[in-house]
């Protein structure tokens, strides 16, 4: 498998919300967090001039000093975002703070309880992850705030019809499969194509679980939540208008490398065997994350004291090659 696989992610605006972002001191003598402070949790970010268009950006662990000792300068800018409170929520778009991160793009695997079976399934979300965080002056133009970079193995494609109840306002393809994370681990991930000739490309390539198709693509991300209002008739009186908010979280492709990597390849491409591990990687790894998750649910039925299920740090690989 190619050595160098891309994911990265750029995304800079003002400061939405740092609400879910806090701030701990490690207190466990087995972890590396031990008596240092750090960040953990999600920032908002709005990313348009118009503060519609917020993503949220996930941090595990940001510790105040990195393993030379030295400070860590992404720590310093969530210290200053934070204490600073200067959110769009808080003072509005133009006192909001201004923040730059190169993030990528990574998946929150969990497992939740269908309140129909009772049975636990399988959610996995993608999401923007870690990275470096800086505060600036001056946001670049709106068009290049936003954008994605990465290595995917496609393993199927899934037409998706216009729904504008939904907020799809046209037809578009989903193009479904995997993404590496920096260790190299394979995670499921989905984006939309919506152009025309990339709908046409893709679908010439017929990616498929027995057809993999390993390319590079690039996009960007649209989190919009839009309210609309719907006027219901009323047997006497007034009519009854009824709010109804409707949130759509795309990640979509702009562009695909003009040749796939090669299949069959381990050095420019991916292998079969490499595949292979990947899926037995993933199954382990999702295993341990569904019996963690056991484990939460049987000390809450039970009434014992326990912490909450833990949020894996280790991220997943991919499935046979079925997601």
Not at 100 to 119: A, L
Not at 141 to 166: A, C, H, M, Q, Y
């Amino acid at each position: 498998m190619r050595q160098k696989l891309i994911n990265k992610a750029h995304v800079e605006g003002r400061v939405y919300s740092t609400e879910n972002l806090k701030l701990k001191v490690g207190t466990d003598k087995e972890k590396a967090t031990y008596g240092q402070n750090y960040f953990t949790g999600s920032l908002d970010v709005a990313i348009d001039d118009a503060c519609m268009n917020v993503v949220t950006i996930y941090f595990s662990c940001v510790k105040e000093f990195k393993k030379d000792g030295g400070p860590n300068k992404t720590f310093g800018a969530l210290k200053a975002i934070k204490e600073g409170n200067k959110t769009v929520l808080d003072v509005g778009a133009d006192a909001a703070v201004l923040v730059s991160i190169d993030t990528s793009i990574g998946v929150n695997d969990f497992y939740s309880e269908n309140p129909q079976t009772k049975e636990l399934e399988l959610v996995s979300a993608m999401r923007l992850e870690g990275g470096f965080a800086s505060v600036v002056t001056k946001l670049k133009p709106e068009s290049e705030r936003n954008n994605f970079e990465v290595d995917v193995l496609l393993n199927g494609t899934k037409t998706i019809e216009k729904n504008e109840e939904r907020g799809i306002n046209d037809d578009y393809l989903m193009l479904k499969g995997g993404v590496f994370n920096f260790r190299n681990q394979l995670f499921p991930v989905s984006f939309a194509m919506k152009k025309p000739a990339g709908i046409a490309y893709f679908e010439k390539l017929a990616p498929s679980q027995s057809n993999p198709v390993f390319t590079k693509l690039w996009g960007t991300i649209n989190h919009f939540t839009t309210i609309k209002t719907r006027e219901e008739e009323t047997a006497f009186g007034d009519s009854v208008i009824k709010e109804y908010k409707n949130t759509v979280r795309e990640w979509v492709i702009e562009n695909a490398a003009k040749e796939p990597y090669e299949f069959g390849n381990a050095e420019t491409g991916i292998t079969t065997e490499d595949i292979q591990k990947l899926v037995a990687d993933r199954e382990v790894y999702l295993a341990e994350v569904k019996k963690s998750s056991e484990e939460y649910r049987a000390n809450k039925a039970a009434g014992t004291t326990a912490s909450a299920a833990p949020t894996p740090t280790a991220a997943p690989a991919a499935g046979g090659f079925v997601f």
